[in-house]
């Protein structure tokens, strides 16, 4: 399937807020919990500091990725009295369109690099 120009401009996003919204592909997050899953979806290569989350998470409410999700109250029995002051957030339609379209981009120039042998196929060592 080929993209649209739509989805091509769409698209467009950092590394940073690609990783948040893949990770909050998984459900909704709070911040610790979305920093924690970046480093695990990046091996560690990727850490990001909670300043930089937070002004993203706000930037990306703002874009309508992103939502706040519940009331910290409803989540305080599931994680203990820390839960009462986190910040839950939840990816929107708007936000899995855009992190679906930048996974396609991303294969097809993997794609690419494989064809002109810069990184191997999968499965295969190198």
Same mark, same amino acid.
């Given at each position: ?9 769409? !698209? !467009?996003? +950092? =590394? $940073? ?34 300043? +930089?989350?937070?002004? /993203? ?24 009295? +820390? *839960?009462?002051?986190? =910040?839950?957030? *939840? ?5 899995? /369109?855009?992190? $679906?379209?930048? !996974? !396609? ?10 064809? $002109? ?8 060592? $190198?």
């Amino acid at each position: 399937m080929k993209p649209s120009p739509t989805t091509d401009k769409l !698209a !467009a996003v +950092n =590394q $940073r807020d690609f990783l948040i919204l893949l990770a909050l592909t998984e459900g909704p997050r709070h911040g610790y919990g979305l920093l924690k899953d970046v480093m695990r979806l990046t091996d560690g290569e990727v850490k990001l500091d909670p300043a +930089n989350l937070y002004r /993203s998470a706000k930037k990306m409410i703002e874009q309508g990725l992103i939502e706040p999700h519940g009331t910290p109250k409803d989540f305080a029995s599931l994680a203990g009295s +820390n *839960a009462a002051r986190r =910040q839950y957030f *939840a990816i929107t339609e708007k936000g899995l /369109s855009l992190v $679906r379209a930048e !996974a !396609a981009r991303m294969d097809r120039l993997a794609r690419f690099a494989r064809a $002109r042998k810069l990184i191997p196929e999968p499965g295969s060592r $190198r």
